[in-house]
């Protein structure tokens, strides 16, 4: 069984890239923090570090053990934290970040049901579609959309997904034609969203791989029900999200356009800055999301 002081010493030699840093931040010695990470391997019998005069590495083994032990070590905090909060209650204020029309669509109807829970908690909520400083805003929550958090240094707990579909009206296609292929998107007029990960390049994947086409907007918007409501009234052809455009194409005032063409698939993610001594407030509004969005309505 792996002994948690000669693990955490391994992850603090990795997130310090040295012994002698590692040693500064656990408070241990240098000697023994690299005694504990000499154990370590001995005891999975690899390698796990690349050792010189100059720079510290991972090796191939201890790049895929650092992956896993650095979940391991957060679950462990998580539950620590988790242990030491569930007698509390949930007071205070919320910061909370969130899309306009996603806040607007499916998270309005669920905050009477979070306060009526929770009833000494109160929201601040901002709806916005920029992607916030959470730290330097003071927001304790926000809901991404988004393909990869990768990048993010923020916890994340997944919600749902959501398709991001091209569809337009039936009045439309039948008076411009139904594209087949993504490269006749160029002739067509398209509504567009100002915040869409690839500007006026739109990108499928379809029967033959990667399809892509760069389109002549005849509207840029920040806003995706303006450009729903566009489509509506038989103005162009939009890429938007299922959350959105799903009722619509239910009942057929917009139809989804090029189906074997298909377009991204999103994360929708509740983030907040770190699992360490999470409010009781802030776990409490997670776990109410998770189970809300647990079947999403569209």
Known sequence: MLDLQQLGSFLAVVRAGSFVGAAEATGLSKAAVSRHVAE???????????????????????????????????????????????GGEATGLLRINAPVTFGNLHLAPLWPRFTAANPKVSLDITLNDRVVDLVEEGYDLAIRITSNLAASQLVSRRLATTRIVLCASPGYLAAHGTPVHPRELADHQVLAYTYWSGGDDWRFRGPEGEAAVRVQPRIHTNSGDTCRAAALEDQGIVLQPDFLV????RRGTLVEVMPRYRSLELGI??????????????????????????????
Request: hydrophobic content about 40%; aromatic content about 6%; proline content about 5%.
């Open 40 to 86: 370590l391997e001995e005891h999975l019998g690899v390698r796990l570090l690349h050792r010189t005069t100059r720079r510290l590495s991972l090796t191939e083994d201890g790049q895929r053990f650092h992956a896993r032990a650095a979940e391991l070590a957060a679950a462990l905090s998580e539950l620590e934290s988790e242990t030491a909060s569930s």
């Open 246 to 249: 799903g009722p619509d194409l």
């Open 269 to 298: 993610h509740a983030v907040y800055p770190t699992r360490k001594h999470l409010p009781m407030k802030t776990r409490r509004l997670v776990d109410f999301l998770v189970q809300a969005f647990a079947r999403p309505s569209w």
